[in-house]
Each structure stands twice: as C-alpha cells, then as structure tokens.
C-alpha cells in the first residue's frame, strides 16, 4: 500500500532522514534533508526506493554538556536555517545581514500588488542591497518568475557578483560582448531572456533595434533601473539619441502594468523638475503630475519613493551605522613654470585666433573652432601628455555638418555634465585639430612634449609631495585624472617617486570595465600582506559613478578638476560610503593659481557645492546648462582678454553667469530640502520597522548572539584567538590547531594561506569586510561553515569528544534557580499557503524556540520566552557527578509524552503568530491576504534538554530572580 506524505513531514530513506517538501507527488517525493539546504534537494521515486515514516532521534542521556554548550547548539541551528518561516522568505537564505533602515523599501514593497518603487537615497547609504533585498524576496514569493537589471556596462560585473554573493541569484551578463556566445545556446527561435531568466542588460544593449524588441517582448516580470536618472530628460525629443532609446524602452516596459519596477538612483532630480517628473510616470502615469504642495499629492507619492540622507538614518531605531564621519577638504596650489607658461600663453592665443577667425566663415566653423579651442585648453591645464596628443588627434566636432551637430559632439567630450547618459569614452584626448596649420599643431605639441616632468610640471611635483604626506599618515589614496593621456603620465612618473612600498596602478577607460576591476583586485593583492604597503590608483572618471572602492582605498586627489561639482562627489563617493574604516576621509584638490582657469572653477563652482552639501547633509546637483554658462564665460574671457574687447563687459559676463548659477542652485535646494523631509519615508513607520526586525532577530538570532557563538566555538575547538572582548570589539583567530573538517570548511572563504600557516582570521563587527575576513553576521560564510560543523557534531555521537562543542543534554547546578526547571531546545517545521499572483505558493520552512518549564513534565509550570532565554546565561557553581546526570535526563526523556499537548500548543501558538506577521506585511493588499495559512507540522523534534538544578549550598548573595524559582 502506498503511503501518502504531507508537507513538512519526516521520512528515512537513503539511509538519512528527510523533510518532504510541498512539489511532493504520490509516486515522488521531493526531499530535502534534515538541517540541510535547497541545494541538497532530491527526488526520491517510494515504487523504487524504500521510504519509511521517520521521527526525529532522540537526545542520549550521557551526551552530556553545560549551558554554553545548549546555547551553541541553539545558535548554530538557526544560522543554519535557510527557509524563514516569517514574512521575509528571503531573509534567512541570503549572505547579508541588512541594516534596520535597509528594510524599509522592502516594507513598501510588500504592501503592493505590483512593486513600483523609486529608491533615491544618499550615495553609500545601501541602494544596491535595498533592490536586492527587494528582489530576492519577489523571487523567493513567487511574486516574480525572473529578473532582470538594466545598468551602464562598467557596472555590469559589479552587480553579477553583488547578486550571486549575497543574494544568491545567479544572473547572466547580456552585454554586446557576450550577446554572441548566450545566443549559440538558444534553440531555434528561443529569446535568450527565455532562456535565461535571470540577467544583467547592458543599456548599451538597446543600441540594436533588434535586441531592443526582443528584450521587451521576452523581458522579466521584474526589473531594476540602475542609475535611472540618465534614461530621462526634461524633454525627451531634445535629449540625446541614447537618452532617448533608453527613456522609450522603460516608458514601453512600463506599460505592462503586472511589472515590478524599481528606480534606483541618488540624484532624481538632477537639478530638471521636468525630468524628475518623466522618472516619477515611469512608476504610475498619475505621478508625473504630482502637485508637491498638496498633501494628498505627498501621500500617493510616498508609497512608491523613499529618500533619506546618511543623518536619516545614522542612528535608526536601535543600530548605528558606521559612515565616516565627514570628508576632510584641503585645497593645493601650484604655480607653471616658465617655460609651461609660456606654452600656455601661445596655446590661447592661436586658440583665439581660429576661434576669431572661424567666426567670420560661418556658425559651423565658429562652433567646431569653439569646442576644439576648449580641448587645446582643459588638456594644456591637465599635463603635457594629454595636451600633445590632443594636438595631435582630429577633433571630434570637426566632422560636424550644421553648428548644432558640432555642439552635440563637442560638448560630452570637453564638458562634465552631470546627466552624461554613459561615461564609457569620454577620457580619451578630445582632439583640437579641425583643420588649423599643421606645423603650427605639431610645434606646440613638440613643446608640450619637453614638458614632461616634475622638473617642468609643478601640478605634478605638487601631487608627488601631497601623495607622499597622505601615505606617511596611512592613508591609500584615489588620484581621479580628466583624460587617459594624464592618468598614463601620472601612474608612470609615481612609479618609485613613493617610496619602494607603494605600487601604483592606473586604471581608465583604455580597458575594459571587466579588466578595471581585475586591475583593482590585483593591487589590493599587491599590498594586502605587509602592513607597511600603501596602494595609489590612478584613474579616469570611468571609475567615478557606482564602482565600490571604500574597502582599498580612504582619500581622493582630485588631479583635475571637473566642470561639473556633481562629478566631484561621484569621485568621493566612491570611498565614502558604508563600510569605509576611516572615519575622516580625505579629500585634497590640485589646482593652478595662474593657468586662467581653475581658480574660477573651484571658487564659482566647487567650493560653493561644498558648502550646500555641508548645509544640507547630501549633493545637490545644478543644472547641466547653468554649469556651462560658466565655464563658457571663463573660456570666452582667457580667449578674448587679449584683444581690443571691453575687459570689463567679460567679466561682467562671468559674474552675470556666477549669478545665474547662484538663483538655481538656491531653487533646486529649497525643492531638494522640502522633498528629503517629505520623503524620508514616514510612510513606514519606525515602530513597524521595529516589531518587524525584532521578529527576525527572535526567528534568526541578533548579532551579540552571533558573536558569542563564535568565539565559544572557535575556542572550544582550539583556535587561539586575539582582541576583542565578549561583548564587542574585532578579533583575530588562528584555526592551525582546530579540526581538519573545520579547516576545510573554512578553506573557500578565507583562503588556504589562513588554514595552512595559521594567519590569523579577521573577525568584524561591521558586515562591511574586505577578503579574507568574517564578518560577526548570521549570513557570513565563515559563520555558517562554523554552525554548520557545530550543528553536525552535536548530531554525530562518533566524532571526537573535543570535536563536539554542543551538546543535546546538560544537567547544571546554579544558585540562580530554587527549584528543578528544564529547557528544551524544539524545532518547529511549517507548512505553509502563501497566496500570489500567480497562484498559492506551498512552502515548508523551519523555526527553533526555547521553551522551559518548572517541576516534573506530569506537573509543569510554563515559563515565559524571556524566562526561558535567561537560564541560557546561568552557570555552573557546582559540579554534577555523571551517572546522577544521566539518570536525571533519563527521567526527563521518559516523560516527554507528557509535553506533547504543550509542544503542539507552542507550536499552534507560533503558526498564528507568523500568520498575523504575514498579514501585518500585506496589509494593503487583500487579493494577496486571502487563504493565507500558517500550518505547524507535528510532531516537533526536541534537540536538546537541559536541567537546572538548585545548588545544595546556599548562594553567597541574594541574586535577582530570573524566572519564578529561578534567579
């Protein structure tokens, strides 16, 4: 006779015990073991195989161990738990712990049918794991059967393995470059995003037509927008073709009104009312037209923005997040040589000349002479090299058939505008040959040539001395350089100028964003062995928007600097955000005193930009054409000072310019500042954020759990460990001494070097860690390899006696409790309804609970759940010979038939529980609330028992009571 299984039930087969999962069939059971993960699951065929009803062991009585070792066994539990049994089906499977204020956009998101959401908060606050957390929780619903991530292809790598590591969603790359090898894959007619359903689309990938229509007739039901402020204009018939292609292919994807959307970005404004505006449409049509000034408006737009700054959420409810406290700005000067300045001199006056005498041809020719004139100029202020090659390069408005085709290929080039849709080629030499005498280009660019230099180049005898001052106070700097030219004659002439411990590296837009990124990793590798070693990246502004730096490197040299103050931040931001170590950042800015430009540059535009982001706690972006305004009007005035023009109508362009800038800038403040209050997502509540986060950490454990878990651990095993305490601070542990399996677990994550010549491991306490290192988190590997042999030698009565840290049983004497009391440590597994779009989702996930109670199990007194957790921190003040051990859990095991009505209770109890949690989060979407059940599976499986005894002699203090007889 066949035997039908329920969800969530027991079986042995295969010589192990299962759980059976709800894809079960009478012919075919899907396994998974026993505390093992998904990725253990099997198909098990009971006509085949022999499969038998199967009830959890037992404790033995002689596996005896203290309270310490119950609170291992309870915590290496649930770090093991991969399928949470709350609302958050993701949260227990994946490699990061998130930060109380992460959890908010993931709140919003579940309160809707359909996820819309714009996340627009500071740069280094967390966006990218706030869209992950998002996603793997649609995933993990069934909300969404796929993924896919539209982003720039510098950061295409970055977020593969941001989603792979820490969220377990492993996504295929779809850019020009891999397009050719994915399709070789596909069947006859099949869309690669059929047969992928998981992948990371280069916008560049739009460029197709083709791929274009095929992506929106194949696209997943999810998408994330990264950087989702360059695919809008204020008006999008006059923003660039690229602009264009990317705003019509989100508008068109936005109209499938059953797909998820999130928005992430942290400039939404960027300085265009118009174009925040086009951004809000792309989540609701309705929004574009939101009125700010009216409440109602507010409200409607709250549930699908969030926006906070770093002081929003520095401290939220009870976590601090470590940001550096402030970036340290220090302005350095430098003078031009002689021979520079005469270069320099003859460099403006020919550029004036073309630039005169093209404006008596025609519009065209003044407007290609224009931008050629301000390449000669921007590559002259930045060295030598890039001043020579851009003599020596055709430029690129030269090709231009009308001034304004001219102005559309001049300006990306030799402007830094903030809304540039792809920074990808715009480090390269811009070009100032559009037709000039070519002796005349070749002898200025022979004398730029002889300039190379510390002996003739001061801008670069200044950075050598301001490097060589951060790296004595340990500092790893970033040297951010215009143009590919510069960033090559930097790295080359730092080369051993530093001292025989620093190596320099330069990365720019020459290679590819896969190979930067080696580039990087390979100088981290370079100096990550020898503390004395300091570690100098040279590089373009291809490493300037969404590329992670802050664990390699902690100051910023600004060798040129940009047009625009927003790419300013973009650099810092780089090493400024979560998980940078310094707590000061450093910022230094090279500037020329007497090259005409830069001083009015830094005064107009960047040092006023300073000043509203220290007022106002984040960057606020200006307009692209008031930015412009300015420099154009500096660049008019050094070309045109030395011609028989009315000097002070210059000037007074400038500061007429100076004031433009001002009144805008004051305008999108104002509308930035009452949109951060607006927005700072009141719409959540922190008291719901709280009782939702202390549901997790009751369901998984908090941190200080994690921490003593640890250190027991890895000392009762024999790691020798330094620093830290108990209670906080890092440490190191060295595990040359601990078991050969533990090694091995331990060898994928933090390398073989730490297992085989016993370098010490680094453990910290902020998740935020560099290679090699643990951090003190449930989702840490390193932590969950540790459960994992823990968890298994307390199951595994053969190994070692000193290989087994938990133990199932204990009988402990204390002074803390005055009569008998029991602790058990009980899993509890859940069948559960979860309705969806697409259907109810049956799933089966895990839960541990301590429950303790007083006298024998024929009469006992429940103690509460706090009650129960505190006698996890008692000791022993007495010793407890053996065989009366034994016999005492002999008793206990003997009765616990008597504890089943309870257990089942508890277990009753803690289904309704996660039911009302699961209603709690849905509680704006009723078609998603309806038939939603909450089942515990019985019987529960009791790991561990544990007895407190009274001490037979009198405590030596009255201590406080902890529980009814126990204190």
């Not at 037209?289 to 408006?297: Q, R």
């Not at 801008?459 to 790296?471: G, N, P, Q, V």
């Not at 090279?590 to 005064?603: A, F, Q, T, W």
């Not at 680094?762 to 042999?789: N, Q």
Request: hydrophobic share 40%.
């Amino acid at each position: 006779m066949t035997i039908t299984y329920s969800a969530g039930s027991l079986v042995s087969a295969r010589g192990r015990e299962w759980v059976v999962l709800p894809e079960s069939a009478d012919d075919m059971l899907v396994l998974r073991p026993l505390g093992g993960s998904d990725d253990d699951i099997a198909a098990v065929f009971p006509a085949f195989e022999q499969v038998e009803p199967a009830q959890f062991v037992r404790p033995e009585p002689d596996d005896l161990g203290d309270a310490r070792a119950a609170g291992l066994l309870r915590t290496a539990l649930r770090i093991g738990f991969r399928s949470g049994a709350g609302p958050f089906r993701s949260l227990a499977g994946i490699a990061v712990e998130p930060r109380a204020y992460q959890l908010v956009p993931l709140l919003m998101a579940l309160r809707h049918n359909v996820v819309r959401l714009l996340i627009a908060d500071d740069v280094g606050i967390g966006k990218t794991i706030e869209a992950g957390l998002v996603a793997s929780e649609l995933l993990a619903q069934g909300e969404a059967r796929g993924l896919a991530v539209l982003c720039s292809p510098a950061l295409a790598e970055q977020w593969q393995d941001e989603l792979r590591t820490k969220f377990g969603i492993d996504a295929e790359l779809v850019l020009s470059s891999t397009v050719p090898r994915l399709e070789r894959n596909l069947n006859l007619g099949q869309s690669l995003f059929d047969r992928y359903p998981n992948v990371i689309v280069s916008l560049d990938f739009i460029k197709s037509a083709r791929h274009r229509e095929d992506f929106l007739r194949h696209c997943p039901d999810l998408v994330i927008v990264d950087e989702a402020h360059t695919c809008v204009a204020a008006d999008p018939t006059s923003a660039g073709k690229q602009s264009q292609l990317r705003y019509e292919l989100l508008r068109r994807l936005a109209e499938d009104t059953d797909r998820h959307l999130l928005l992430v970005t942290a400039t939404p404004h960027s300085g265009k009312v118009d174009a925040f505006r086009n951004l809000l449409g792309l989540l609701h049509p309705h929004l574009a037209n939101t009125d700010m000034n009216l409440e109602a408006d507010r409200v409607e737009l709250a549930k699908h923005f969030v926006q906070r700054r770093r002081a929003d959420i520095r401290r939220y409810l009870d976590q601090d997040t470590e940001f550096p406290s402030d970036r340290f700005f220090k302005d350095e000067t430098y003078r031009l040589t002689p021979a520079y300045r005469a270069l320099l001199d003859d460099a403006i006056a020919f550029a004036s000349e073309r630039v005169t005498d093209a404006t008596g041809i025609g519009k065209r020719e003044a407007r290609i002479a224009w931008w050629s004139a301000i390449a000669l100029l921007r590559s002259l202020v930045s060295s030598p090299r890039a001043a020579a090659q851009t003599l020596r390069t055709r430029s690129a408005a030269a090709v231009a058939a009308t001034a304004e085709e001219a102005d559309l290929l001049g300006r990306p080039l030799t402007h830094d505008l903030a809304d540039d849709e792809n920074l990808e080629g715009l480090d390269a030499a811009p070009g100032a040959d559009a037709g000039a005498p070519q002796h005349r280009l070749a002898e200025l660019a022979d004398r730029a040539e002889q300039l190379e230099g510390p002996e003739h180049d001061h801008k670069l005898k200044a950075l050598t001395k301001h490097l060589k001052a951060l790296l004595a106070d340990g500092y790893h700097p970033i040297v951010f350089c215009r143009y590919i030219p510069t960033a090559e004659y930097v790295a080359e002439h730092l080369t051993g100028a530093l001292g025989r411990k620093t190596v320099v590296r330069a990365v720019t837009g020459s290679i590819s964003p896969q190979q930067r990124l080696a580039r990087i990793e390979e100088l981290a590798d370079a100096t990550a062995e020898d503390p004395a070693a300091r570690r100098v990246l040279v590089a373009t502004d291809c490493l300037s928007e969404g590329v992670n730096l802050q664990h390699h490197f902690d100051a910023v040299v600004h060798y040129d600097l940009a047009w625009n103050p927003t790419r300013h931040d973009q650099r810092e931001g780089r090493v400024d955000r979560f998980g940078q170590k310094r707590d000061e950042v450093r910022v230094i800015t090279v500037y020329g005193n007497d090259n005409g430009i830069d001083g009015k540059v830094l005064e107009v535009l960047i040092k006023k930009h300073r000043q509203i982001r220290k007022d106002l706690g984040i960057s606020v972006s200006v307009p692209d054409e008031t930015a412009t305004g300015v420099t154009d009007a500096i660049v008019e005035w050094l070309l045109m000072r030395d011609q028989q023009l009315d000097q002070l109508s210059l000037f007074e362009a400038i500061d007429r310019q100076a004031e433009t800038l001002e009144e805008d800038w004051k305008s999108t403040v104002e509308r930035e500042r009452a949109s951060r209050s607006r927005f700072a997502q009141q719409a959540i509540h922190p008291d719901e954020v709280a009782r939702e986060v202390g549901s997790i950490r009751s369901a998984l454990g908090a941190a200080g759990e994690v921490r003593t878990f640890v250190r027991d651990s890895l000392r009762a095993l024999g790691a020798d460990l330094r620093g830290g305490t108990a209670t906080e601070g890092d440490f190191t542990a060295a595990v040359d001494g601990t078991p050969a399996g533990l090694r091995d677990a331990f060898a994928p994550y933090v390398g073989g070097l730490a297992i085989t010549s016993g370098q010490p491991i680094p453990f910290r306490t902020t998740p935020a860690i560099a290679r090699g290192e643990a951090a003190l988190v449930r989702t840490d590997p390193v932590v969950g390899a540790l459960a994992g042999y823990v968890l298994n030698g307390a199951l595994d009565r053969q190994l070692p006696e000193h290989h087994r840290p938990a133990r199932r049983c204990g009988v402990i004497r204390t002074s803390a409790v005055t009569t008998r009391t029991t602790l058990l440590l009980v899993r509890y597994r859940f069948h559960l309804t979860l309705p969806s779009r697409s259907g109810d989702k049956q799933l089966v996930a895990e839960d541990a609970r301590l429950l303790a109670f007083e006298g024998s199990p024929t009469s006992a007194t429940w103690l509460t759940t706090d009650q129960a957790t505190a006698l996890l921190d008692l000791t022993a003040d007495e010793n407890t010979a053996p065989a009366f051990a034994e016999s005492t859990i002999e008793r206990v095991l003997d009765n616990l038939p008597d504890l089943v009505d309870e257990l089942e209770r508890q277990g009753d109890a803690l289904a309704a529980d996660l039911r009302d949690s699961h209603l709690r989060v849905r509680e704006q979407t009723q078609e998603l609330r309806r038939g939603l059940k909450v089942v515990a599976q019985k019987p529960a499986d009791v790991l561990g028992v544990y007895v407190y005894l009274p001490a037979t002699t009198a405590p030596a203090n009255d201590a406080a009571t902890v529980a009814g007889g126990a204190r």
